[in-house]
């Protein structure tokens, strides 16, 4: 019979056999890592990359906080740089969330948490660019550089997928009242989207610059981040040479009529006819007032979208109602409405001009235009049997809006103007495709009546004063609610109709015909600054790999030590 101590020996052994496969294997260890990580450097990371993403929420309308859009994406920069694949992921989505979520909020007030999946999805593709931000921070030289272009290469990402797209939380539009907004008429918007992340993570730059040689900082050793920062702002004042004022432009005079609606929410137009009544009586009561000597004439009037809900080429009542009003104001009106395409449950979102003399133009001609991007979970539902697992509310959305085929050029009274419609104004090449067909002034036909008292119209205004410098055009907003403006080609807002409030606007408008260099080179630059974002870092790591083969060995890829400096 063996000793007791001969038995416990075997037992001992296989304790610390098993204690050292299981520091092998990693768990305690990695667990232990993780510990000490977010106590230390790490928390640090995970503190800026959220901080970061609500300061970059804080640029957005309605606040003016222009600068809190370099600052944050300063700090997402503090936060992935020298960081490996995995860990600048997962930096990249806290990033995303304390962006969008605040951002995104409005979508929610009505609808509920159901919408929350829209600023989810935003956040898993800003994912990939904190992992691009951080590879491009260990491989290459003047990283800030193509750190804001892996940014536009993200958003370009965003404004195309999933469903056509949602490029909503462009950075461009955070700057509408910051130095950096006349850069639009210089580079178009993709390029004033490139110069303030450039300025964002060259500050970031700056910072590391300053810790890492703090004890014996010199200004050589600034003078590279210093240049970087500094260089957004240099080409912002190249760009008010390129802005547009229409000093030298013939011009008309244009209503823009807001006639409000019964409530706010999803419910707005559930008394379909009293919308459509009061858009007519607003503009009765500018008649009235030309009639009076008290306004002057227009040229042409502007509805907005959802005017009517009431197909008018089908609904005698409201054909009549319309033309009522058109006839007595007497200049072509551009009529927003929904118009059925000819099958069940299926419509077009369209603005139609409508002449006080031979009414409304015929459906589908060319002077009609159709909403070519049709809002999904809005105007139409994708995956329906998907998303109801998730929420009822996706069955509110009972029709579906068909897309336009050609771009809102229409032509009133002699004025050329380019319409859009809704959040079509985000979309670049939307924008761009009715300024290049000749449009002399933009028309933004809206309804922001779903919204309620939410920030959604202002973060839509800036976009519109974008689009006024970026084209050099006049941008008026017609919104069946509020915040109808009128927008000077500099971007300043030069009268506008509070939230839920009727009432109507006669604004000078100068008819530009003269072409930005914004225009030109918006749309190709956002290609060259992502696609050479993409080429040049698969140059470098291919170059890598092969040091690595040939046994040369390439430091380039370690990831940073971790301390302050890299914090």
């Known amino acids: 019979m063996a000793s007791p101590a001969v038995d416990r020996a075997p037992s001992a052994d296989l304790v610390r056999l098993t204690r050292k496969r299981l520091q092998q294997s990693g768990h305690p260890g990695r667990l232990h890592r993780w510990k000490a990580s977010l106590l230390g450097v790490g928390g640090l990371r995970v503190l800026a990359a959220v901080v970061g993403g609500y300061a970059l929420n804080l640029s957005f309308a309605p606040t003016t906080l222009w600068w809190m859009a370099p600052v944050g994406l300063a700090l997402l920069g503090l936060s992935v740089h020298g960081r490996r694949l995995r860990p600048a992921l997962g930096l990249g989505l806290l990033f995303g969330l304390a962006f969008y979520l605040p951002l995104l909020n409005w979508t929610t007030v009505y609808v509920g948490p159901v919408a929350t999946a829209l600023a989810v999805a935003e956040a898993l593709l800003t994912m990939p660019v904190g992992a691009l931000i951080a590879s491009a921070s260990r491989r290459l030289p003047l990283w800030p550089i193509w750190a804001a272009a892996a940014w536009i290469a993200a958003e370009a990402l965003r404004a195309r997928f999933p469903f056509g797209g949602f490029p909503w939380g462009g950075i461009a539009y955070s700057q509408p009242d910051g130095p950096l907004l006349p850069a639009a008429s210089l580079l178009g918007a993709s390029g004033l989207a490139f110069l303030t992340a450039l300025a964002g993570f060259a500050l970031s730059g700056l910072a590391r610059a300053v810790w890492n040689h703090r004890r014996h900082l010199r200004p050589m050793l600034l003078l590279a981040p210093v240049m970087l920062v500094a260089v ?3 080409l912002g004042v190249v760009g008010l040479r390129t802005e547009q004022s229409g000093s030298d432009a013939p011009h008309k005079t244009i209503a823009v009529v807001q006639g409000n609606v019964p409530q706010p929410g999803l419910e707005f137009n559930a008394r ?23 306004a002057p004439k227009p040229e042409l009037v502007i509805w907005p979208e959802n005017a009517s809900d009431i197909d008018p080429y089908t609904n005698s009542d409201a054909f009549a109602e319309i033309d009522q009003a058109v006839r007595d104001i007497g200049v ?10 000819g099958q069940p449950g299926q419509s077009y979102n369209m603005g139609i001009v409508w002449d006080p003399v031979t009414g409304p133009a015929a459906k589908l001609s060319d002077q009609t235009y159709s909403k070519m991007h049709p809002v999904p979970f809005g105007e139409y539902m994708p995956w329906r049997s998907f998303f ?6 996706v069955d509110l959305q009972q029709g579906e809006f068909l897309p336009g085929r050609r771009p809102g050029n229409l032509t009133m009274n002699g004025v050329k103007i380019g319409d859009v419609i809704c959040f079509e104004v985000v979309y670049d090449g939307i924008v761009r495709d009715v300024v290049k067909g000749g449009a002399q002034v933009l028309v933004v036909q809206t309804n922001n009546a779903t919204f309620g008292y939410t920030n959604e119209t202002y973060q839509q205004q800036a976009m519109s004063r974008v689009r006024a410098v970026e084209h050099g055009r006049e941008v008026l907003i017609s919104s069946t609610s509020g915040v109808s403006a009128v927008i000077r080609p500099d971007g300043s807002v030069e009268s506008s109709i509070g939230l839920f409030t009727a009432g109507y606007m006669d604004a000078s408008v100068p008819l530009i015909s003269a072409t930005t260099p914004g225009t030109v080179i918006g749309g190709p630059l956002e290609w060259v600054l992502a696609i050479g974002f993409l080429a040049g870092l698969a140059f470098v ?13 390439d430091s380039t890829g370690a990831e940073s030590s971790p301390g302050p400096a890299t914090a």
């Open 232 to 234: 957004p702002f240099v």
């Open 272 to 294: 379909r006819r009293a919308v459509t009544d009061m858009h007519v009586k607003e503009t009765q009561k500018l008649a009235a007032a030309v009639r009076a000597g008290t």
């Open 332 to 341: 072509p009106t551009l009529v927003g409405a929904v118009v059925g395409a």
């Open 388 to 393: 109801r697992i998730f929420s009822a509310k």
């Open 541 to 553: 790591t291919v170059r890598e790999r092969r040091r690595r083969n040939s046994g040369t060995g």
